[in-house]
């Protein structure tokens, strides 16, 4: 999940290397697609074990029943976020050799741990699936408790080497080469926690709400059984429960932003020059150094800062002009952050309003329009998660690594990426194709008449004590 990603209509400049704009494009796609991946390897087999906790706890069959399809579903999902994480591992030295020959002793550290919990992950989700029926019911979900530990883990060690590149630290640089490395301080940089803390929340937020989707759009079509009720309750419930505190935690990751990364906030708020009272611009964009037909809340952005009006926020003059972002980078970063928050407080509002019915009947709102909204709220998160990534990493152009390497001087110099960046859109496509059409097979399989006489894929259909 890392790279010197730009963003598709960031357009090479003048005297930036050929294969830049290629390397980038290529790195902003396999990442965009491979991050929506995530959750489901980290917080959705977390939701598929409280349905089998359920399930065995109450000895509810519906609960069950969902543990067993989401196990298969997961299983699809992560055979294909295998093949796309394995792209993006291959682009970091093939695309950006520069940032591998000279950091590579620092920057491998947390691949390393993540390839170790990747394994653990693979190996645990088989012994769960294949364990359906062939284990005692409390040995067979423990057998799954691995897989999200391990996701935390996989997913922690990404998020540790991205935030090495935001605020680098636990290396000894002399002449642009790594002469010591100090592995903790690698791996738990200044911006570790507060950016995995943000990733993780924002997993469960997604996951949450697109397997919540998925019910609220079949109850929409009249299928009220318990069983839809029940699958839209668990998962819905948990983004619900996860957004306040993602709120929090984006606010306070904003703040770790003004303070240790001055000129990606300053992106970020679209501020062309350092001052106080700074205004929050809603909207807009940057032309000729200055934003346009943004709507402006008085001393907003200094509010936020500092909570205080006169907060001073360093701006866009503050950035030596030969590594000041264009204004294009600019706008998409001040857009893609507006577009992260605006979304971000409307799944909130949703949350609240589910919380509020439930405490008051214990049921869902009756209206229509908020199973309509929560069918939404899938892909609302997945847009917030997208503009969360834009922010983070187009806000850090045009470094790769914040002050010791620059993007241009990552990339590499030789080979036709554009060729390259073809091929890796077919192989996505033939994968995502793929995936989509294996689970529309489960889906009508399962919702054929006698369907759980059938209900591995790929595998015996039933327990060979029954035979």
């Known amino acids: 999940m890392v790279s010197a990603i730009t963003a598709a209509t960031v357009l090479a400049a003048p005297g930036e290397p050929d294969q830049l704009l290629p390397a980038r494009e290529q790195m902003a796609f396999t990442l965009g697609f491979h991050i929506i991946l995530v959750p489901f390897g980290l917080a959705f087999t977390f939701l598929m074990l409280l349905a089998e906790y359920r399930g065995i706890r109450r ?11 989401w196990s298969k579903v997961s299983a699809v999902l992560f055979a294909v976020g295998a093949v796309s994480g394995t792209v993006l591992s291959f682009e970091m030295g093939l695309l950006w050799p520069g940032l591998m020959r000279r950091f590579g002793a620092a920057y491998g550290l947390p691949f390393a741990v993540e390839g170790i919990f990747f394994f653990i992950e693979a190996i645990f989700v088989a012994i769960y699936i294949f364990g359906w029926d062939r284990l005692r019911p409390w040995a067979h979900f423990c057998s799954g408790l691995p ?5 935390i883990g996989g997913t922690a060690s990404v998020v540790a080497a991205n935030s090495w590149m935001n605020r680098p630290g636990g290396v000894v640089v ?3 080469r790594v002469v010591d490395v100090a592995p903790a301080g690698v791996f738990f940089n200044g911006a570790y926690w507060y950016e995995t803390l943000h990733m993780f929340l924002a997993a469960y ?8 989707g ?4 079949a109850m929409l079509k009249g299928r009220r059984d318990r069983y839809h009720r029940l699958g839209f309750l668990i998962a819905f419930t948990t983004a619900a429960v996860v957004m ?13 932003v003004f303070r240790h990364e001055p000129a990606k906030f300053a992106a970020i708020e679209a501020l062309p020059g350092t001052s106080t009272h700074v205004p929050e611009v809603l909207g807009g964009v940057v032309i000729g150094g200055r934003v346009r037909y943004g709507v402006l809340i008085p001393n907003g952005a200094s509010l936020l800062a500092g909570y205080r009006p006169g907060t001073e926020i360093r701006g866009l003059d503050a950035i030596p002009a030969d590594v000041r972002p264009s204004d294009r980078v600019v706008t998409i970063v ?9 979304t971000g407080f409307a799944l909130l509002a949703l949350a609240a309003w589910f919380g509020w019915a439930w405490w008051r009947r214990r049921d869902l709102p009756r209206s229509r329009w908020f199973l309509r909204a929560a069918a939404l709220a899938g892909v609302v998160s997945v847009v917030a998660l997208e503009s969360g990534w834009v922010v983070t990493e187009v806000g850090r152009q045009p470094w790769t690594v914040v002050g010791l390497l620059l993007t241009r001087d990552a990339v590499t110099v030789g080979g036709n990426m554009w060729a390259f960046f073809a091929g890796t859109l077919l192989l996505y496509a033939a994968v995502g194709v793929g995936a989509i059409l294996v689970l529309r097979s489960m889906r009508r399989r399962w919702a054929a008449p006698g369907a759980e006489a059938v209900e591995v894929p790929y595998g015996p259909a039933e327990p060979e004590e029954a035979r």
């Open 59 to 69: 000895g509810d069959g519906d609960a069950l029943l969902l543990a067993r399809r």
């Open 147 to 151: 897989v999200p530990i391990a996701g």
């Open 174 to 176: 002399r002449d642009g």
């Open 205 to 212: 937020i997604v996951a949450g709400f697109l397997v919540a």
């Open 214 to 217: 998925v019910y609220a759009a």
């Open 244 to 256: 306040p505190a993602q709120v929090v935690v984006g606010d306070v990751a904003a703040r770790e």
């Open 334 to 342: 001040h857009l893609a952050f507006d577009v992260m928050v605006g």
